[in-house]
């Protein structure tokens, strides 16, 4: 196969980035909106009670089948992995009612004028799941393949159709929002289904013609056709019926037999992932710990305070999770691999770690001083009046540098690990999750919402440990140390450290007087900040550089 693994790995990144930023732009203003025009309890429906089922049904349906399948192109039969993404399908089915009963009959809403509205959104969600799910295989095959323009088109189309559809019914009607937020989740979805499918009989159709010299378009100029079409001899799907499912003689002959058992680990491991990843809105739901009003203004602050993770971690650890798996075979130690792709993927991890480390200090060292101010022109000076809104961005710039780290090196871990390792840590996972649930719930009562973050720091901590030791371990036969790269710079945290100073210094004088200059003082010392850290990775910026705007694939060397 021809086409460069890391570059699509690294398009799909910026590209994600991107589309976080603007998903979350779009996200931030219509929250505010609805902050000052609807009010609290319904911010903490949607965003709390809504999303958090979909969360539940999305992840524990579809994460095991595409983690699973994602890794194992070579060696199962298009027919065996498309037929095991499509069992994601029916299980979503089941999810769907199993969860929405609990969430309609056994967590309390509180809000009996939001009943039937809550009702409905609870039915839309689990619909916007199902129709997604049945979308699975070909994005699938998109990501397998490097469709990347077509994900980075299709999420753009989605952000929009969703956008405009949850508006033009909250304004025509403010009492309508979690009716507007209903119909927006399954119209956006629903699109987006059909757009994959449009594409792919538009790309199958035109396959042949190209091969032939014969494709020519009005809307697209030959050299994008030359993108989609070269490099493609192996892309053997020649008709929409062969996404679909198709039983093939035999469960033996329908099924991959290590496909279902890597497929039955993640799905293992996906349910106490979820348990860890949404821990504190599971039990905001369960128990009286806080009102619908408290738990949005967690969600408003825990939004705000996880803005870098979701902008720029969780698209590098999806691409990432996606390059390793290309790069290392979960079944051999290293050493017995191609020590070209063992070294590039060594390499790529240390860098990284690297950047996710300095991202994650620098959110930390501008939070401290920054989080009232973000906050003030949020919500107001009445929404930070209490003091907890603060402490809690605060709180979550701490936990930003643990994201960072945990997300990258367990992202890398869950890539590499065998079926056996994988059944393992999943006990591992169990005790994990069991622990940050009791204390999520004690250090709540104890501190209040504030002990969502503690817990969830402690919990981080923990499985970080656990995934340096496995990488380390995993490394210990060669000779490749690819977490020296969590070693940040010297010269970069002097910089921080001054840059720190100056910044708690310009709050405390001019904060209260001149929001501006404190902003702008700010920016002078992210632009120092940043610069220094250019400085001492001359080699990685000039390397990434080369990659987007020169076009060279030129191998990442270890400077």
Not at 264 to 269: I, T
Not at 537 to 547: E, F, H
């Amino acid at each position: 196969m021809g086409r460069n693994l890391l570059m699509s790995s690294l398009e799909n990144a910026s590209f994600n980035i991107l589309l976080q930023i603007l998903f979350r732009c779009i996200t931030f203003i219509i929250n505010a909106w609805v902050i000052r025009n609807v009010g609290y309890e319904v911010i903490g429906i949607m965003n709390v009670r809504l999303l958090l089922l979909e969360s539940t049904i999305l992840f524990l349906s579809r994460e095991p089948f595409h983690r699973a399948c994602i890794g194992q192109r070579d060696e199962p039969s298009w027919k065996q992995i498309i037929n095991q993404i499509w069992l994601s399908v029916p299980l979503s089915c089941v999810l769907s009612l199993v969860f929405v009963y609990i969430w309609l009959y056994m967590l309390p809403l509180g809000h009996p004028e939001h009943a039937i509205q809550y009702e409905f959104g609870c039915w839309s969600v689990a619909l916007s799941c199902i129709l997604e799910l049945c979308s699975a295989n070909m994005a699938l095959v998109a990501q397998l393949f490097c469709f990347v323009k077509l994900k980075v088109i299709l999420d753009t189309l989605h952000i929009f159709v969703r956008t405009i559809l949850f508006l033009s019914i909250i304004l025509y009607d403010r009492s309508l929002a979690l009716v507007a937020f209903s119909v927006a989740q399954v119209g956006s979805i629903g699109v987006i289904v059909l757009a994959y499918y449009c594409f792919f009989y538009w790309y199958i159709k035109c396959k042949p013609l190209f091969a032939k010299g014969a494709l020519k378009s009005r809307y697209l100029p030959n050299s994008v056709l030359e993108k989609l079409y070269s490099n493609m001899d192996d892309f053997n799907f020649t008709s929409l019926k062969d996404f679909l499912p198709k039983y093939l003689g035999s469960l033996n002959a329908t099924f991959n037999k290590k496909l279902n058992t890597l497929t039955l680990s993640f799905a293992k491991q996906g349910v106490v992932k979820q348990l860890l990843t949404e821990g504190e809105k599971y039990v905001m739901s369960i128990s009286p710990v806080m009102s619908f009003s408290e738990q949005a203004t967690y969600d408003v602050v825990n939004n705000l305070g996880s803005l870098a993770a979701r902008f720029v971690f969780r698209p590098i650890e999806d691409s990432s999770y996606f390059y390793f798996t290309q790069m290392v075979n979960r079944d051999l130690p290293l050493y017995k691999q191609d020590q070209n792709k063992i070294q590039e993927s060594c390499i790529v991890l240390s860098q990284i770690c690297k950047t996710v480390s300095s991202i994650g200090l620098i959110v930390l060292v501008f939070g401290l001083s920054y989080s009232q101010t973000l906050l003030v022109l949020y919500g107001g000076e009445a929404f930070v009046a209490s003091g907890l809104p603060v402490q809690l961005l605060r709180s979550h710039c701490f936990a930003i540098v643990l994201m960072a780290i945990n997300g990258i090196t367990e992202c890398y871990t869950f890539a590499t690990m065998t079926s056996a390792q994988l059944n393992s840590y999943n006990y591992l996972m169990v005790f994990f999750s069991i622990s940050f649930l009791l204390l999520s719930y004690g250090l709540t009562y104890i501190l209040g919402p504030v002990g969502f973050i503690i817990s969830n720091c402690i919990n981080m901590i923990a499985r970080i440990l656990h995934s340096i030791h496995f990488i380390n371990n995993k490394c210990k036969d060669t000779d490749y140390r690819p977490l020296n790269g969590l070693y940040v710079g010297k010269i970069f945290l002097c910089t921080l450290f001054v840059a720190g100073c100056i910044c708690k210094i310009s709050e405390n004088k001019f904060f209260r007087h001149s929001v501006i200059t404190h902003i702008a003082i700010g920016a002078v010392c992210l632009m120092f900040v940043l610069l220094s850290w250019a400085y001492e990775n001359k080699a990685l910026v000039i390397k990434t550089y080369r990659k987007f705007v020169g076009g060279k694939e030129e191998k990442i060397s270890t400077d």
